[in-house]
């Protein structure tokens, strides 16, 4: 991944507690930005940060459901968090997830491509959970702000 300078100034924001508040604009700023950009770029990209948008058939409806997720990249796969801003409870689309063996991606703007998806547990887990907050150290924070909740973890890998 090339260094963006604005990536310092994102874990810099990210690590403070009032960012957590920012949901409720980066969310739909997040949305308007795919939309108008044909789901090219959205606020992560702005930052520099990767970005990856997943859709995954939603367990309860059958429909499918998109969302744009900060990701670590790693190898030929990603890693998602399920950090939900720091709330105490897990985000949707990890449930989602959790139900679904395989999901469709886009990695930073690029062409969907389908993915397997995998829950990390342990005993990788802990091995995991320090790769991803050397990457993006806000989740330690978010951990402390949702009341010790076990985030859910997931790989992602493409599939040939």
């Known amino acids: 991944m090339v260094w963006n300078p604005s990536q310092r100034l994102a874990r810099v924001i990210a690590a403070q507690p009032w960012a957590m508040h920012g949901a409720g604009f980066v969310l739909p700023a997040e949305r308007l930005l795919r939309r108008i950009t044909g789901g090219r770029r959205g606020v992560l990209d702005l930052a520099g940060l990767p970005s990856i948008e997943i859709t995954v058939v939603g367990r309860k409806s059958g429909l499918p459901r998109t969302t744009s997720l900060l ?3 790693d190898g030929d796969g990603f890693y998602l968090v399920g950090s939900n801003w720091g709330k105490p409870e897990h985000p949707a689309w990890s449930a989602n997830l959790r139900a679904a063996g395989t999901a469709s991606a886009c990695f930073n703007g690029s062409s969907a ?4 998806v995998a829950q990390v547990h342990d005993p990788e887990r802990k091995r995991v959970w320090d790769q991803v907050v050397e990457f993006w150290p806000g989740y330690e924070m978010e951990y402390k702000l949702a009341a010790g909740r076990e985030f859910r973890i997931f790989r992602l890998d493409r599939i040939a």
């Open 113 to 116: 491509f389908p993915v397997s």
């Open 71 to 73: 990701c670590v990249p």
